[in-house]
């Protein structure tokens, strides 16, 4: 049985446990509304996640059964989980996240069954997940995600402090542009996506970059996309990076560095890398951002297998699988 449970570091993880329900304790589980997510963002800023609440807002859209919540009988928010399909078609795939219950209602059935609602949601459809630090055997072993990404895993780098786009390189490639996101880029952007995670995500570009509070920019090469990149404000007031994809580190640095000084009234700043792409996290250590923790990549059915070279910073934790 699986169970919410808060670690020393304030994050939520699950446990196998059998839950002690409180009788007392009523709640219905239902699907995320406009209305939740101020609580819900307040709810993520307290245990020290940077999630940006124009994202939860993107993908209420994209996927509106994707965000399940447990609400008392006033409706406050008791707990979060989610399943949420990622792209265009059939060819895509669910990515699952934000597991998370307040303390005080733990082993009370509500994660137990926030749980079940999201993966009854895939059914026989793949689906992945990033298994936050200890967690990995249960989500493998009992949680229904036996499949393990071996070649690398997924990092947490943040601070609260200033980073300086100083330390970062400004020099353009030759014969390469980097221009500020307009929409008319877009059918280049989704093309270079596409043939870069293996599936179609034309809505959810569209709009992820047109969120308020953030900044594209869009790298070309001889008239063809090479690369873009997204900066955000999360809960904490720090900028958050997501998506960095790049054919060439040179490319992935220049734009890292001009969405850092778009950002100039951030209060910190993070970033989700992988681990085997050395150039992203030698970008990361020059701007003394710490890693914080490790999360393994898990799957129901089978690895998404993609050039992890050109993936500089994740598109998002919780919702999208790269």
Request: glycine share 6%.
């Amino acid at each position: 049985m699986i169970q919410a449970v808060k670690e020393e570091d304030d994050s939520y993880i699950i446990q196998t446990e059998a839950p002690k329900t409180d009788p007392n304790v009523r709640f219905s589980i239902r699907p995320t509304t406009e209305s939740d997510v101020l609580e819900i963002t307040k709810l993520r800023r307290e245990i020290g996640i940077h999630d940006v609440p124009t994202v939860f807002r993107t993908f209420m859209k994209l996927d509106p059964q994707g965000l399940q919540i447990a609400v008392n009988e006033t409706g406050k928010v008791l707990g979060t989980c989610s399943a949420v399909f990622n792209g265009d078609d059939s060819n895509g795939l669910y990515f699952g996240g934000m597991y998370c219950v307040q303390p005080k209602y733990r082993r009370s059935g509500i994660g137990k069954q926030l749980y079940k609602t999201c993966v009854d949601r895939f059914g026989d459809s793949n689906c992945g997940l990033n298994a936050v630090p200890g967690m990995t055997e249960v989500y493998r072993d009992s949680g229904g995600f036996p499949v393990e990404e071996k070649d690398w895993v997924c990092l947490k780098n943040q601070t609260l402090d200033y980073v300086s786009p100083e330390v970062l390189s400004n020099v353009v490639p030759p014969e390469v542009d980097i221009q500020p996101f307009e929409n008319s880029y877009l059918p280049k952007m989704v093309a270079y996506d596409e043939a870069l995670v293996g599936f179609r995500r034309s809505l959810l570009l569209s709009m992820s970059c047109n969120e308020e509070d953030s900044q594209t920019f869009v790298a070309f090469k001889d008239g063809v996309c090479i690369g873009f990149g997204s900066i955000k404000e999360s809960c904490l007031g720090a900028a958050r990076v997501g998506p960095l994809y790049a054919d060439d580190p040179a490319v992935a640095e220049v734009i890292l560095r001009k969405l850092l000084e778009s950002f100039s009234d951030r209060k910190g700043f993070a970033m989700m890398s992988i681990s085997n792409n050395i150039h992203a996290n030698y970008f990361l250590k020059r701007l003394a951002c710490p890693v914080k923790e490790e999360c393994h990549r898990l799957y129901n059915k089978r690895r998404l297998i993609v050039d992890t070279s050109k993936i500089y910073a994740l598109f998002d934790n919780n919702f999208v699988v790269f």
